[in-house]
């Protein structure tokens, strides 16, 4: 059993440096064309199954990518959904002084909760799915800290539609071991 977590394709947000966090930001035009050829990409592949988180930009990441496979459109799970950056949200990534945006205010959900509920999901989908190949459309910040979570490090900036592969491995840290992560490579060629 394998699980694709897919970052949502880009959206104005993104293009912009805004913090997006439980804001229902729509996918741009770019982040539909990315959609679209993620899909045309996986074709060929052993994908079985989609869910999504279910804020629109994963959401119609997932049916447009289920369209180019035949899938049927993505089952909706909470817990995929991105971090909450509460009063932060639409603040840029950067300050004037070029130094990030804390991310330490009262509002922001806490690591561990997004890291409970990211793995909660994980959970779910591979006891659900267990002979299925699932993709995940979900968010940077959840995908990074699974990664973070499961490879002991700290991931770097996740790409709009880049795959994370994991598989179920219960000899692995929280049942899956890390196949690839933040790539391309495993769409067919």
Excluded: C
Excluded at 36 to 52: F, I, K, N, Q
Excluded at 68 to 79: Q, R, V
Excluded at 111 to 118: F, I, K, L, N
Excluded at 146 to 165: E, G, K, M, Y
């Amino acid at each position: 059993m394998r699980i694709g977590l897919i970052r949502h394709g880009e959206t104005d947000w993104n293009a912009q440096m805004k913090l997006q966090g439980a804001t229902d930001i729509p996918l741009n035009e770019r982040g539909v064309e990315q959609a679209a050829d993620a899909g045309r990409l996986l074709r060929g592949s052993d994908w079985t199954r989609m869910v999504a988180s279910p804020l629109t930009r994963a959401r119609h990441t997932g049916e447009l990518i289920a369209a180019e496979l035949g899938l049927d459109e993505p089952e909706l799970i909470p817990n995929l959904a991105e971090r909450s950056f509460g009063e932060l949200e639409g603040q840029h990534v950067y300050r004037p002084d070029g130094s990030r945006t804390s991310l330490e205010h009262p509002s922001v959900e806490p690591v561990d909760a997004v890291v409970e509920r990211a793995f909660e999901a994980l959970t779910e989908i591979a006891t659900r799915y267990p002979n299925d190949n699932v993709l995940a459309l979900s968010h940077g910040t959840v995908i990074r800290f699974v990664l973070d979570q499961l490879l002991d490090w700290q991931a770097p900036h996740i790409s709009n539609v880049a795959l994370s592969v994991l598989e179920s491995d219960a000899d692995s840290p929280r049942g899956f071991a890390v196949r690839s992560a933040n790539g391309y490579r495993h769409y067919p060629r």
